[in-house]
């Protein structure tokens, strides 16, 4: 499928305002994958569809997954916010026919984060907190080290989820404590 066809079927699928935050992810993955030297075309391709699973229900989702007979933890099945991403590379595949495995894994994880991520999860992950839509504390300072130190902009990406998971009361992932403890492990390898 072209890129023009997966953005009509997105718009169709996710409705304005979803679609609107779909395409500003995919525009900050394309510029982080250009300045990080990865696959521009899939940086966006995978910022688009990345919330594909959002358009349904934690019902609907929990469903789906039994369906095509996904392997869930309980965290995840409890939580639509983490939900959306397995259940949605799921459907991406069944649904759409994209084959592309670097292309799933990002949409997969780009709740969670975790360990030994590939630069297409890690632009991912990043572009769906930085993208021009989100407004919260410390999103600007987060932009601008984006572009500077990509492990160091993601440490401080997971901090401020982790912190925004504990304040709402919500499930804490264990992937995303993995993910941490790597980027920090990463950091102070390189002396960061
Ligand atoms: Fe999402
Ligand atoms: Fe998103």
Do not use: W
Not at 34 to 46: C, I, T
């Amino acid at each position: 499928m072209e890129r023009e066809a997966y953005e009509r079927l997105m718009k169709g699928h996710l409705g304005d305002r979803l679609y609107r935050h779909s395409v500003g992810v995919a525009e900050t993955a394309a510029a982080l994958a250009v300045r990080y030297r990865g696959d521009r075309q899939r940086a966006y391709l995978a910022g688009l569809l990345h919330d594909y699973g959002k358009a349904y229900t934690r019902e609907e989702l929990c469903q789906k997954a039994e369906l095509l007979g996904l392997r869930l933890d309980r965290i995840t099945l409890a939580e639509k916010r983490l939900l959306h991403a397995p259940v949605g590379a799921a459907l991406l595949q069944h649904e759409l026919g994209l084959t592309d495995p670097a292309v799933l894994k990002a949409v997969a994880y780009h709740t969670t984060g975790r360990e030994k991520m590939s630069l297409l999860e890690k632009v991912l992950y990043l572009a769906d907190l930085i993208e021009p839509e989100r407004d919260f504390d410390g999103v600007e300072k987060l932009r601008e080290i984006a572009f500077t130190c990509l492990d160091a902009a993601l440490l401080a990406a997971v901090d401020q989820t982790i912190q925004s998971v504990i304040r709402r009361g919500l499930l804490l992932h264990p992937r995303s404590i993995y993910f941490r403890n790597s980027l920090l492990a990463s950091l102070r390898e390189n002396g960061g």
